[in-house]
């Protein structure tokens, strides 16, 4: 007879597939970039704000792809020249097989949320129920309070405990960790997206343990700023689905299927490349967030004529995050060629009398554009958040 774990190997259906076929399947940039092609045709840029990656990670898994015959690539002889990209039918094909796997994957949740949970009183030798030491209480999270809505609706959950458990909600949300940190479950209830950390001074356990908590007790993307490498590597361990940038010094995981619409993008602006690290922030935040972002980096006022070559963009852009040391005067000139909301952010980026971004800072509160808002010095997170809120009230 053969043994269990024997078997279990020999129907896996991973294994079945061809070396080829796994190349595909096992890398998560090929699945991302043939999910967005299946949304229409479109160029290098699109795609690499579209998928957060970078320019050489993209061009890489395209080639790739164009060479499994996936993915076809054509260049027009426009002015100035442009590269478009599509799915072939075997890449038609392959996202077709995709779709159904995620919709049986889905299907099969629901049904599992369904199924009424059979639980079993212990008695004692006569058969009266034992006086059991209660259970501590953990924090309610998205998963568990739509669980409880599914079940309260199918009946196996009555109208008195469904309404107990609602009411300390708000008690039973905090979780305490190691007795240096009460992670807020409920915020993602409460805001869209859980607790963000801020991993700056924090211990790279105790970050672990706090990102641990995050990601096994909530559904979206996850947030950690301000973080090393030292920091991401440690917390690989408890979280590998975890990634790091290491530009924009965050820690993430972008787990959540989200529909970002091309129409309303937000678009990130930079005075210099010094300023791209907070730039950096402030976009990936947006991304994680739901949005759909575009940069446009290094055009600020000393060179003015860089940033009139984005003013399409500019003019497109529903919300604008602008991002600038030394004088801080690109916010104002940026503020004055857009009907829409303009963010700034002063950045610690200049010479000895800009006093480490104060000086930046003071220009943008002084401003003489109209509808021009400002967030603290280096804050690319909290401007990402702001553009966030602001591009999803017209959204919906």
Known sequence: MKKASTIAKSVNPFDELSKDGKKIFSNPWNIAIIQELGKGVKRF???QSDINATAPTLNSHLKFLQQEGLVHRVAKRTIPPTVEYSLTELGENFLALFQSLKKWSDDYTIYINKRKPVTQKKSDNRGNPQNLKPK????????????????????AVSEADALTQLKNLSVNSVENIGGFASVDHARELRQGFPEVVYAAGKTKEQLSAIFKSLYERSDGNLIATRASREQFEFLTQAVPAAAYDETARMIYVDRKIIERRADKKILVVTAGTS????????????????????????????????????INEIQRANVLVVVAGMEGALASVVGGLTDKPVIAVPTSIGYGASFHGLAALLAMLNSCAAGVSVVNIDNGFGAGVLASKINRLSCS
Request: contains cysteine; neutral net charge.
């Open 275 to 310: 300023d791209v690290p907070v730039a950096e922030e402030a976009r990936l935040t947006a991304h994680l967030l739901g949005n759909s972002v575009g940069t446009a980096y290094d055009c600020g006022v000393a060179g003015i004529h860089r940033l009139f070559a984005h």
């Open 136 to 155: 501590e209480k953990k924090p309610m999270n998205l998963k568990e309070m739509r669980k409880l809505l599914h079940d309260y609706k199918s009946g």
């Open 45 to 47: 840029g699109e795609l």
